[in-house]
């Protein structure tokens, strides 16, 4: 877990309670890394970066494109939902944002038939956020691949509301062809 605050002033107060709340919560203290400088802030900063380096790499090696999830879920379903990336049917990463209940479950597939495998557990991890009352796109928009769960998420009228505002500011439907609305 990577948190990050920013610290003006009591910097040793807010310190103290971040290692009290690892102690009470059985958190792995002793393997808990503190940046309290810049140099050490930019180093955390680079490992966390990392991360989706690495697993780019993994999808280079599998031969096989990623299937990435962007959702988010109220925190009283986030233990609902951690249970269903943990039940993910193939190889896959786990990261995000965990402060707003909003991780990044990255499927690796390494076949064409994981692949397919991947994509429906996909669609079932977004039914069931949406069913969470959660969203389907926390943070990287709808675009071509997101739009299925848009519908299932905001309904069919918001859809059609939609296509008429589009209508109205782009008549001749050039801007974002075929992004989140199709012609």
């Not at 393997?31 to 309290?36: E, F, K, L, N, Y």
């Not at 990336?85 to 402060?99: K, N, R, T």
């Not at 991890?125 to 299925?148: D, F, M, Y």
């Not at 519908?151 to 782009?170: N, Y």
């Amino acid at each position: 877990m990577f948190c990050e605050q920013e610290l003006y002033i009591d910097e040793e107060v807010h310190l103290e309670a971040w290692w009290q709340a690892l102690e009470e919560t059985g958190a792995l203290a002793d393997d808990t890394i503190v940046a309290t400088d810049p140099a050490s802030q930019a180093e955390l900063h680079a490992l966390r970066h990392a991360i989706p380096a690495g697993i780019n790499e993994q999808v280079v090696a599998n031969g096989m494109r990623k299937v990435g999830t962007d959702l988010a879920v109220p925190d009283a379903a986030l233990n609902q939902m951690m249970t269903a990336y943990e039940a993910a049917p193939i190889a896959h990463a786990l990261f995000g944002h965990i402060g707003d209940n909003h991780l990044h479950l990255n499927f690796l597939p390494s076949t064409p038939d994981e692949l397919t495998t991947a994509k429906d557990y996909y669609d079932e991890l977004a039914a069931l956020a949406v069913s969470l009352g959660g969203t389907v796109s926390g943070e990287h928009g709808i675009g071509k691949l997101k739009r299925k769960h848009l519908v299932t998420m905001v309904g069919p009228q918001v859809i059609e509301s939609f296509r008429a505002l589009k209508r109205h500011l782009d008549p001749a439907w050039i801007l974002g062809r075929d992004n989140i609305l199709d012609a």
